[in-house]
């Protein structure tokens, strides 16, 4: 089993307060002989606003070195979970999680916005201080 981001449980407790079941822990995706993990799987009750939708999570902490050197992971771990989850579960919504002073640092610049909205990058924008969902991006405007 792989390590758990830094921020693995921080965004666990924020998705189950705003009102998300946790279905999977990680949630394994088989890709040929492969097993991938994304970090979390989670589904909203159906009386909820977000009404039956059903979400897989991939969490990055952005703590090395390089930040652009972490988003290029990100960006390949996105891409190809996002292509097995649309043959295996296409009703579910992949994110990209992120600390909000990394979405900040690296999505400020029109560039970095074009880029995620070239390859239709989801984000899940969290506090890893008070453990809240700052925002949800799920179209991007450039």
């Given at each position: 089993?792989?390590?758990?981001?830094?921020?693995?449980?921080v965004l666990k407790t924020a998705l189950e307060n705003e009102g998300w079941i946790i279905t999977h822990d990680p949630l394994i995706?088989?890709?040929?002989?492969?097993?991938?993990?994304?970090?979390?799987?989670?589904?909203?009750?159906?009386?909820?606003?977000?009404?039956?939708?059903?979400?897989?999570?991939?969490?990055?902490?952005?703590?090395?070195?390089?930040?652009?050197?972490?988003?290029?992971?990100?960006?390949?771990?996105?891409?190809?979970?996002?292509?097995?989850?649309?043959?295996?579960?296409?009703?579910?919504?992949?994110?990209?999680?992120?600390?909000?002073?990394?979405?900040?640092?690296?999505?400020?610049?029109?560039?970095?916005?074009?880029?995620?909205?070239?390859?239709?990058?989801?984000?899940?924008?969290?506090?890893?201080?008070?453990?809240?969902?700052?925002?949800?991006?799920?179209?991007?405007?450039?």
């Open positions: 089993m792989a390590r758990k981001d830094a921020f693995h449980e995706l088989p890709l040929g002989n492969r097993k991938l993990e994304v970090d979390l799987a989670a589904e909203a009750p159906l009386a909820a606003e977000r009404d039956g939708e059903r979400i897989a999570v991939e969490i990055k902490s952005f703590l090395g070195v390089s930040e652009i050197t972490e988003l290029e992971r990100a960006f390949g771990q996105y891409i190809i979970y996002r292509f097995v989850l649309q043959r295996q579960d296409p009703d579910r919504t992949l994110f990209l999680a992120l600390p909000v002073d990394a979405y900040e640092s690296l999505f400020n610049e029109e560039d970095e916005r074009d880029l995620a909205k070239g390859y239709d990058v989801k984000l899940i924008v969290f506090d890893p201080e008070d453990g809240g969902i700052v925002e949800w991006i799920t179209q991007w405007t450039v």
